[in-house]
């Protein structure tokens, strides 16, 4: 049979017996050009005559004749099969469909639920062990603290030292350094007195002496006022300023 290119027109001469096994990807030799070849229509089965009287002689079929082979316009001449490429179209393979797994999203889903358990506990975990830090940072969230039993308020901020004055005197024979005040429960409830710091400054502010004033009772009720005195003999030096700050208890103690 005779395989005709579709681009360059070049013709081959090939035996039909090279498409027994159905369609060949054929490649011209001369462009390159490359396409399927579907083997040659089966010629239809002779019918049968009608039936053979002594008047009616069958006459001999006739010789068949090769008819020349006609050529494109601008073609070249049949060449040999030799020149063609011949190459058999491999068969498409159909993939079955695989199942859908419905177990792999649930898998996902648990997955990325563990996931953001953990971060909201690591958060949590975080806000709570560094609440002390974020309360003094931010004093806004100190009421969310205290509300769950942290970041309990200091004692500066419940009880107030107030009308603080500090005066040499002769006492007995000797001088003495007098430092007096009082305490206020600024607080709605009942809030225990703890010691109070003293520090006394010298001219250049640095700390000369230092003592502690123990309260005069353990509890001062809501909105109440405590006054306190104490007094040190003979100052170590020129004492030009006081600063008295009340000493911080644990929070299980407020």
Known sequence: MIIVCQSCKTSFLVPASVFNNGVRLVRCARCQHTWREFPPQKGAAAQPTSQQTPHNKVSP????????????KGAEPIKEPSALDLTETPAISKTP???????????????SGLFAGGMVLFL???LLTSHRYIAETWPSTKPYYQS???GKPAVSELLILQNVTSERRYID????????????????KTQKIPPINVEA???DERVIQSW?????????????????SSSIVSPEGTVTEVNLTFTEMPNDEH
Not at 61 to 72: D, G, I, L, R
């Open 61 to 72: 079929a006739p010789v068949p004749t090769t008819a020349p082979v006609q050529t494109a």
């Open 97 to 111: 469909k695989t199942p859908f797994d419905w177990n792999k999203p649930l898998y996902i889903l648990k997955v």
């Open 124 to 126: 949590i975990a975080g």
């Open 148 to 150: 769950i039993g942290l």
């Open 173 to 188: 024979g000797a001088m003495q350094l007098v430092v007096q005040g009082e305490i206020h429960n600024k607080s709605q």
């Open 201 to 203: 400054l010298g001219p």
């Open 212 to 228: 502690r004033i123990p309260p005069a009772k353990a509890t001062l009720s809501a909105d109440s006022f405590l006054p306190f």
